[in-house]
C-alpha cells in the first residue's frame, strides 16, 4: 500500500485487485504484472492508489469455495469508507460468481464505492442501472468464457458423461476399481444403509453400527457420519452419471432404485433427521418423553451413569422433585432401575409388531407419489427464491419488492419442507425393514429408531411407586412388573 494525498483527485481513490487464474488464457497470468499494468493505467489517470490486493494461486472455477483472503480485505477497506474505484485488468479477476458481484453491487449502495474500471478501458458505474447492467452482463460473460476455454478439456470428460462413463479417481464405494462393476459385498451394505435410512434410522446408529461389525469404507478405514451421509446419498447409486449439475444414464448398473434415493432425499430434507447436527451424544434413554411417576404424573427423566471401563453403568428413571430452576415440578418419590424397565416395555412392543393383525396396520404407508411430489414441491420452491435474486440483481425488481418476495418465498420454501418432514414422520420413521423381525432389527438398530418405533405403540408409560410391595424378582432383576403400565395407541 502506497501513500497518496487524499486530496489528489476528487471521488478516485482507486484499490487495484489482481487475482491469478489458472483456467484462462495464458496472458497476464502474473499477478505483478496484472498490478504494473493498473499501477499504469491509475498514473496515466492520475487516481491515487489506495490499496493493492493480490490473491494467488486460487482456482477461477465457479464451484471454488476457497477463500479469498485479499479479496476480502479489500472488501474491508471499502467498507471502511474513502475508496471510489476497484481497477482490475479484466473482469474475471475479481469474480467468479454473479453472487460476488451482488455483494458489491450492494456495497455501492452503502459506500463511496461507485465504480469498477479495467486496464482495458471498461468502467462500470455502479450508481446507475445502466452501469449495473453492464457489470452483472460482463460477469455472465465471463463466466462464459471460462466454460469455453476449459471446453478441450471439458469435451473430453463431458462425451464420457454422456456416455455414463465414471470420470475417474478412486474406487467409488459398491463397485470395483474402474466404477463400472459392482463389488457385491459392497452393495449389500448400500442397499442395508439405505434400507435402515429409510427406515427411521440415524446415519449416527447406522454407522456405529457399521465400525461395530467391523464393515470399512472403500479406502479400509471406519465409516464417518458425514462420510457415510454423502456415499450413501450419491446418485451413482441409482444408475446416474452427474455432471455439472446434469444427470445422464450411467454405463454402470444401479445398486437402489430411485424410488430409494428420493426416499432417502426427502428424509434428508425433513427436520427429524437434519444431519449429523444435534447429535445427541448423552442420550441413552429409551423411554424419555413418554413415560411418567404414577404418584404424582410427572415427567420421569433418565438418570445415572453409563458403564466406564471395569465400573458397571447404573441407569434409571426418576421423578424429579425439582427443576433446573428450583422449582418444584414432582414428587421427587418415584425411580426406577433402567434396565428390566426397558426390557420388559421393549418387549411389549416387539410383541405388538409381531402380532400379524397390528402389522397391517403399522405396515408402511408410504404414498411415494406424495413423497416425490413434496421433494417436487419444495424443490421448484427453492428455485423460485433464487430466480428472486436474479430478478433483483438485473433490476426486474426493485428492493423493496425483492424484500418483500423474498419473505414470501422462504415461508413457503419452509412450508414445503415442513410438509416433507410431515410425510417422514408419518410414514417412514418406524418402518421394520421387511427382511427382519423385530427383536432382530432391535440388536442391530440404534437407540433413535428403537425411539420412533416405541412412540408409534405407546401412549405413555407409567411407573407406581414401588412402596411396600415386598421383593420381586424379575429376570434376575430386583423389579415388579405389575407396577408398570404400558397405555398403547394402538
Ligand atoms: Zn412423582
Redesign the pocket.
Known amino acids: 500500500m502506497e501513500d497518496y494525498p487524499a486530496t489528489f483527485a476528487r471521488h478516485s481513490n482507486t484499490v487495484i485487485y489482481a487475482r491469478l487464474s489458472k483456467d484462462r488464457r495464458k496472458l497476464s497470468e502474473n499477478v505483478n504484472i496484472q498490478i504494473a499494468e493498473c499501477q499504469g493505467f491509475a498514473a496515466d489517470e492520475s487516481w491515487p492508489v489506495v490499496g493493492i490486493f493480490k490473491d494467488n494461486d486460487i482456482s477461477a472455477s465457479k464451484y471454488s469455495t476457497k477463500p479469498r483472503d485479499d479479496y476480502n480485505r479489500m472488501v474491508a477497506i471499502i467498507k471502511r469508507g474513502g475508496v471510489h474505484n476497484i481497477l482490475i485488468t479484466e473482469m474475471p479477476r475479481l469474480y467468479r460468481r454473479l453472487e460476488e458481484l451482488l455483494d458489491l453491487i450492494r456495497l455501492a449502495e452503502s459506500t463511496d464505492l461507485r465504480r469498477i474500471q479495467t486496464t482495458e478501458g471498461i468502467s462500470y458505474n455502479l450508481s446507475t442501472s445502466e452501469g449495473i447492467h453492464a457489470a452483472i452482463d460482463a460477469v455472465n460473460n465471463a463466466m462464459r468464457e471460462v466454460a469455453r476455454i476449459s471446453t478441450r478439456i471439458k469435451r473430453k470428460v463431458k462425451a464420457r458423461a454422456k456416455d455414463g462413463q465414471w470420470h475417474g479417481g478412486g474406487r467409488p464405494y459398491g463397485y470395483e476399481e474402474g466404477g463400472i462393476i459392482v463389488r457385491e459385498s459392497e452393495a449389500e451394505v448400500i442397499r442395508e444403509c439405505a434400507k435402515r435410512f429409510v427406515a427411521g434410522e440415524s446415519i449416527r446408529d447406522i454407522v456405529r453400527d457399521l465400525n461395530g461389525r467391523g464393515v470399512p469404507t472403500a479406502t479400509g478405514k471406519e465409516w464417518r457420519i458425514e462420510n457415510l451421509q454423502r456415499t450413501i446419498m450419491k446418485k451413482r447409486y441409482i444408475g446416474v452419471r452427474e455432471y455439472e449439475g446434469q444427470d445422464y444414464p450411467a454405463a454402470w448398473p444401479a445398486i437402489l432404485k430411485t424410488e430409494q434415493w428420493e426416499q432417502m432425499e426427502a428424509r434428508r430434507l425433513s427436520r427429524a433427521s437434519r444431519w449429523p447436527k444435534s447429535p445427541h451424544k448423552g442420550r441413552k434413554y429409551l423411554l424419555t418423553g413418554f413415560i411418567y411417576?404414577g404418584?404424582?404424573?410427572?415427567a420421569m427423566v433418565g438418570s445415572g451413569r453409563s458403564p466406564e471401563g471395569d465400573r458397571p453403568g447404573y441407569l434409571r428413571y426418576r421423578?424429579r422433585y425439582m427443576d433446573n430452576h428450583g422449582r418444584v415440578i414432582?414428587?421427587?418419590?418415584?425411580f426406577r432401575n433402567a434396565a428390566p424397565l426397558e426390557l420388559l416395555v421393549s418387549e411389549a412392543v416387539w410383541h405388538v409388531f409381531d402380532n400379524p393383525k397390528t402389522a397391517i396396520t403399522l405396515a408402511p404407508k408410504v404414498d411415494e407419489d406424495r413423497v416425490r411430489a413434496a421433494v417436487e414441491e419444495y424443490e421448484r420452491r427453492k428455485a423460485k427464491l433464487d430466480q428472486l435474486v436474479t430478478d433483483y440483481a438485473t433490476d426486474v425488481l426493485t428492493k423493496d419488492q425483492f424484500v418483500l418476495a423474498k419473505g414470501v418465498a422462504e415461508s413457503k420454501v419452509f412450508d414445503a419442507r415442513s410438509a416433507l418432514a410431515a410425510l417422514q414422520d408419518d410414514n417412514a420413521l418406524a418402518r421394520v425393514p421387511a427382511d427382519q423381525t423385530i427383536s432382530e432389527a432391535w440388536e442391530t438398530a440404534g437407540l433413535d429408531w428403537r425411539r420412533s418405533v416405541t412412540r408409534l405403540v405407546v401412549e405413555r408409560v407409567t411407573v407406581q411407586p414401588a412402596g411396600a410391595g415386598g421383593f420381586h424378582d424379575w429376570r434376575g432383576y430386583r423389579f415388579n412388573p405389575d407396577l408398570i403400565q404400558i397405555k398403547w395407541k394402538v
Do not use: D, H, L
Open positions: 411417576c404418584n404424582c404424573g410427572t421423578c414432582g414428587c421427587g418419590k418415584v
